[in-house]
């Protein structure tokens, strides 16, 4: 809160010397209002990021708005988003009339200067801008760590019965609930069953698992989530950390028919493409189930209440288990979603009053606990429970809901506990582990290997944690390697075009048109059209005069900026130059379109051309709905 403070009192010393003691001067004005736009733009920023995740901007955040917003439950952020809106916008207007009303010509220079200095360190001490700072200098950083030491593929095999497997992820439901001197009653369904599991009491969580698809990253492949964010979305690429393998991998190569239910949409965030890739071939969300819910009106913002898709789960979880095959069910929660959850209309204990008031986050927690202890109890009661592993897990830790002010205060975990059909439970290990290694314990536990990727087994192994004396602050040294992981390609010759599924394949790799490929020596980095970014024309209008692209776009979108006569065109074509040169432009002029790359030959353009083509690249409007 300290930086914040004198990030604000920079800016108050900056407004103030411009409007009482500054020179009025038109173009001091201006780069003072636009200076001070810069700040409040980066306070909005930030005060909004940590309205979501009380840290204010991560990766996840970055994550989640370059991904596909498909399906958010946003209703309940609309009015907080319009009144920062509100504020921002009557706080400019305020300092704008403070400075222009400014009409001294005879003032010192000075304080122009003192004014700048001001604003640049409000800037610069911004906790926004240090965030993003640190966000963007560590995505290409040299790989330092001894991230290859530690990172270790799993073979793709379990020996023995093969049990099936249930793992249950509870949306932000992390193990401080579970604290009955904290919050009284809360969780007795569960934390009873909890008790009588092998209990994981020392799961503590770090960067790059700090929401939903990030902790399922961390949990089933054992790798935190860091990707690359210039403009980059996962939800455009046709494959999900391609080098990893992953839980679902190791099951499906062992035999598994593997599913996944949750209430939610399948596309937020880029959970459907994580698991598809993957070995998770059975996905269920919110359309999927829409045909076969008794009620198609009983949902919340989000989707499906747990209740109604946790009677999917065991609906399915009998009939799998009838067929007699080796099988496995994720199930992803959601009425404990932030800022203050769901409460389903089964639900018994649906007001939970915490120091005598109520408070709904906590009520939708004793809600959701009672919907997936229901579950569990009737797999146990069920015949086929013997061979059958049970996992319940946090996604992450709860972010910003009206418990977080308590939750803060404690000395918070994530959940993690598994019960098996067939063997002992009732049992706690308090070793000191992270997310990473959920998965690999689970492994293990089926008759696996007894790691995935960083994480280790804690039944049979010991966890990376205890190997660092802070092993939050060290996975952020294995950033620059885990970014790696997602193998774009070095280098495009040969391509193949698919119209139909828009689809870009080269060097082994496909992403998602229409984007732009920015071209440097031995690297490509795709940009995309997508929720938060900029058209595709504004960002090729930021590429270096020499730098080399490759454009897969409508033709009339290249009509506008090169040759008019493509406007009339309704194919995809494919532009290849750099700024300073005539792109060649090809048609795809059927299906299945191959083509070269050849950057070679092209016309050098002159410096008026040039300039032009930039103007007409950045003067593009964002139709975007």
């Known amino acids: ?172 439901l992390e193990r401080t609930y579970f604290d009955n001197d904290v919050f009284p009653d809360l969780t007795p369904e569960l934390g009873a069953i909890k008790q009588e599991s092998i209990d994981f009491s020392n799961t503590i969580q770090i960067p790059g698992a700090e929401n939903t698809v990030s902790g399922m990253v961390s949990a089933l492949c054992g790798i935190p989530l860091f990707a690359p964010f210039d403009s980059n979305a996962s939800s455009s690429l046709s494959t999900f950390y391609p080098r990893s393998i992953c839980l679902g991998d190791v099951l499906k190569a062992s035999g ?193 290997d007894n790691f995935i990727g960083l994480g280790r087994s804690s039944l049979t192994s010991e966890s990376l944690a205890n190997n660092y004396h802070d092993i939050r602050k060290h996975t952020l040294r294995w950033k620059p390697a885990i970014i790696k992981m997602w193998d774009f390609p070095k280098t495009i010759t040969d391509y193949v075009l698919n119209t139909d599924s828009k689809m870009l394949t080269f060097s082994g790799a496909s992403f998602k048109f229409p984007l732009i490929l920015r071209v440097n020596n031995g690297r490509i980095d795709p940009l995309f059209d997508v929720y938060m970014s900029d058209p595709l024309e504004k960002q090729l209008s930021t590429l270096a005069p020499d730098e080399k692209f490759v454009w897969v776009d409508s033709c009339n979108r290249m009509g506008n900026v090169w040759d008019a006569s493509l406007k009339s065109v309704n194919n995809v074509c494919i532009a290849t130059g750099s700024l300073t040169t005539k792109p060649q432009i090809v048609e795809a002029d059927r299906d299945l379109y191959r083509g070269k790359v050849m950057f070679d030959g092209l016309q050098k353009l002159d410096e008026a051309t040039y300039q032009q083509t930039v103007k007409k690249l950045s003067s593009v409007v964002d139709t975007t709905p």
């Open 256 to 448: 598994y028919t593997n599913y996944f239910y949750q209430g939610a949409n399948l596309a937020f965030a880029g959970k459907e493409l994580l698991l598809s890739t993957h070995g998770i071939d059975h996905l269920y969300g919110y359309q999927e189930l829409k045909p076969f819910v008794k009620d198609p009106n009983y949902k919340n913002e989000w989707g499906w209440y747990d209740d109604t898709t946790l009677d999917f789960v065991y609906d399915k979880f009998e009939e799998l288990s009838k067929a007699g095959k080796p099988f496995s069910i994720f199930a992803l929660t959601v009425d404990t979603h932030h800022p203050d959850g769901y409460i389903d209309a089964t639900c018994k204990r649906n007001n939970y009053l915490y120091n005598n008031k109520s408070n709904q986050s906590l009520s939708a927690v004793a809600c959701s606990q009672e919907q997936v202890a229901k579950l569990i109890n009737k797999i146990k009661a069920s015949p086929y429970f013997k061979n059958t592993v049970i996992v319940v897990s946090s996604d992450h830790l709860a972010m910003n809901n009206t418990a977080y002010s308590i939750l803060t205060k404690q000395n918070r975990r994530d959940l993690f506990f598994v019960l098996r059909g067939d063997g002992e439970n009732n049992q706690v290990i308090d070793q000191k582990r992270t997310t990473l290694d959920n998965g690999a314990t689970v492994l293990d536990m089926l008759g696996g």
């Open 1 to 172: 809160m300290a930086l914040e403070f004198i990030s604000v009192l920079f800016f108050i010393a900056s407004v103030v010397l411009c409007a009482v003691k500054a020179k009025r001067n038109s173009f001091w004005i201006s780069l003072t209002l636009v200076l001070s736009a810069l700040f409040l733009l980066l306070s909005s920023i930030w005060i909004a990021s940590n309205y979501f995740t009380g840290e204010g901007v991560n990766d996840e955040v970055l994550f989640t708005v370059t991904n596909s917003l498909t399906g958010a439950g946003v209703d309940k952020y609309v009015l907080p988003a319009v009144g920062l809106l509100g504020f921002i916008l009557v706080i400019f207007g305020l300092l704008s009339w403070l400075i222009l009303s400014n009409k001294n010509t005879a003032r010192k220079t000075t304080y122009n200067f003192a004014a700048l200095l001001f604003s640049l360190l409000a800037i610069g001490t911004s906790p926004a801008t240090a965030q993003l700072f640190k966000l963007t200098t560590s995505q290409y950083g040299d790989d330092k760590s001894d991230f290859s030491q530690n990172y270790k593929d799993a073979i793709k095999s379990i020996n023995g019965s093969k049990p099936n497997l249930i793992y249950i992820f509870g949306e932000s």
